[in-house]
């Protein structure tokens, strides 16, 4: 049986924490000027996954 591979794309987007899994928000990265101030700092910092998308990015993230 070959191995189990993650998937890249959640690889790259999800980390694994105590209670859960962290996300960064998104746009953030360019087009920054036209966003308001109140709308950027709202997206600083990272999220959590909420609990009924937990166990689809486990299954993402362990290869199975």
């Known amino acids: 049986m070959s191995k189990l591979k993650t998937k890249s794309g959640a690889k790259k987007r999800f980390r694994a924490r105590a209670n859960g ?18 709308r950027k700092r709202q997206h600083r910092g990272q999220d959590s996954i909420s609990a009924a998308d937990v166990r689809s990015i486990r299954r993402m993230l362990t290869g199975s």
Do not use: G
């Open 21 to 38: 899994y962290k996300y960064r928000n998104a746009e953030r990265s360019h087009i920054l000027t036209k966003k308001t101030q109140k």
